[in-house]
């Protein structure tokens, strides 16, 4: 399985940007898909997670209401649409494939290669 991220970039505080994270191999729809987070100097964080079909989502408190998760199995992609930025959410951002949407980075088995997203203020 491989993951690629991408549609990071800079943007000014306000903007937005959408990233995508697209799958290989023919068992995508079956597994929970997350996001995650690092900002320079610390630990990864989990920013929004979603289950196998799309009918349940989770967000960390930090984004919630600002950004959304979505999937489409039959391009076997993972979304993240991101509004209202701020410098923040500067990062490098990473799609990861769990059994669930989970918020622990350590339940997720496969990792892509990390897309970097920087606000400016």
């Known amino acids: 399985v491989q993951l690629q991220a991408s549609g990071g970039g800079l943007v000014q505080a306000g903007g937005s940007l959408r990233l995508s994270c697209a799958a290989s191999?023919?068992?995508?729809?079956?597994?929970?898909m997350a996001w995650f987070r690092q900002a320079p100097g610390k630990g990864r964080e989990f920013v929004a997670g979603?289950?196998?079909?799309?009918?349940?989502?989770r967000y960390a408190d930090s984004v919630k209401g600002r950004f959304t998760i979505s999937r489409d199995n039959a391009e076997s992609t993972v979304y993240l649409q991101m509004t209202g930025l701020k410098p923040e959410d500067t990062g490098i951002y990473y799609c990861a494939r769990g059994a669930n949407a989970y918020r622990e980075a350590t339940r997720y088995d496969y990792w892509g290669q990390g897309t970097l997203v920087t606000v400016s203020s």
């Open positions: 979603i289950s196998w079909s799309g009918s349940s989502t």
């Open positions: 191999g023919r068992t995508f729809s079956w597994y929970g």
